[in-house]
C-alpha cells in the first residue's frame, strides 16, 4: 500500500473569544478532537496571552485542502475558489482576519497580488459586493469593504454570537421593526415623567433601539454609558 498523506487544522484565539473556537470545534466534528485546549504565550512586549486553541485528528481531506492553497512555493487561491466561495466562507474569513472600526470594515490577506485581484472581482461578480486593496506595514494586503451594508447583510445570519462586536452598530439590531423602538419624535416626556422606574428604563431601552438601528453619532462609548447619558438628558430637559 502507498503512503496516505495526511495534515490536520489547528487554530488559536485568545481566551475572550473561546465561544468562537468551541463553536469551529463542534463545526468540524467529526473530525476534531474531543475537547479544546489552552496554552499560556508570552508576548513580544512580556505580556502572557492565555490562548484557547482547537485542533483536528490528522486525515487526508486536510491535506487536499493544504494543498489546494499552499501546494507549490507559496500560499495560492484554489482554481475553484470562485466556484467554493459562498455567505458562511466570508463569514468565516471575516470572524478570524476581518476587523470593524466603526467606519471602514477589512478583510486581512497574505496572498499575492494576482489573487488579490480575483478576489475583489469574485466579491462584486458573485455577491455585488465591492472592495479596494492597500498594504499595511506588516505586509499583510488589506481589503476594504465598501458597501458595508450589503456585506453585512449576506454574512450576519452566519455570524456567531461572540462575535457581533464586529458587526456595525447599527446593524446589530436589525431585527428590530418600528414596533421596537421609540423615536425621539415620539417620545413623550410626560408618559416618561409619570412611570415607574421599572417603565423608565424600559422606555430607555426602546429609544436605544432606535439609535442601535439608525446609527449613533457617537458609536464608540458603552451601551451602559449611552443608557445613563440618555437618561441624564431626558432627566435634566
Known amino acids: 500500500k502507498g503512503i496516505v498523506e495526511t495534515a490536520r487544522f489547528y487554530e488559536s484565539h485568545a481566551e475572550s473569544q473561546k ?41 487526508k ?4 485542502f493544504r494543498e489546494m492553497f ?6 495560492h487561491l484554489p482554481e475553484s475558489f470562485a466556484d467554493d466561495i459562498d455567505a458562511l466562507a466570508l463569514a468565516v474569513w471575516y470572524m478570524d482576519d476581518g ?24 466579491l462584486e461578480s458573485k455577491f455585488g459586493i465591492q472592495s479596494t486593496k492597500n498594504s499595511d506595514d506588516r505586509s499583510v494586503t488589506i481589503i476594504s469593504i ?14 456567531h454570537s461572540s462575535m457581533n462586536y464586529k458587526v456595525p452598530v447599527k446593524l446589530r439590531f436589525a ?16 408618559e416618561y415623567s409619570e412611570s415607574t422606574e421599572e417603565g423608565k428604563q424600559e422606555i430607555v431601552n426602546q429609544l436605544i433601539k432606535y439609535y442601535y438601528t439608525v446609527g449613533f453619532p ?20
Open 70 to 75: 499552499y501546494g507549490g512555493e507559496k500560499r
Open 19 to 59: 465561544d468562537y473556537i468551541a463553536w469551529k470545534h463542534r463545526m468540524l466534528k467529526p473530525f476534531s478532537t474531543e475537547d479544546t485546549g489552552s496554552y499560556i504565550k508570552t508576548l513580544p512586549d512580556g505580556r502572557e496571552c492565555n490562548l484557547i486553541t482547537m485542533r483536528t485528528y490528522f486525515h
Open 146 to 159: 465598501i458597501n458595508g451594508d450589503a456585506f453585512f447583510k449576506l454574512i450576519k445570519p452566519h455570524l
Open 175 to 190: 431585527e428590530y421593526d418600528e414596533n421596537h423602538w421609540i423615536s425621539p419624535n415620539e417620545f413623550d416626556l410626560k
Open 61 to 64: 481531506i486536510f491535506f487536499e
Open 218 to 237: 457617537y458609536s464608540k462609548i458603552t451601551a451602559a454609558k449611552r443608557r445613563r447619558k440618555l437618561k441624564f438628558l431626558i432627566e435634566s430637559d
Open 99 to 122: 476587523s470593524n472600526n466603526g467606519y471602514k470594515f477589512t478583510l486581512a490577506s497574505a496572498f499575492s497580488d494576482e489573487d488579490i485581484n480575483t478576489i475583489i472581482n469574485v
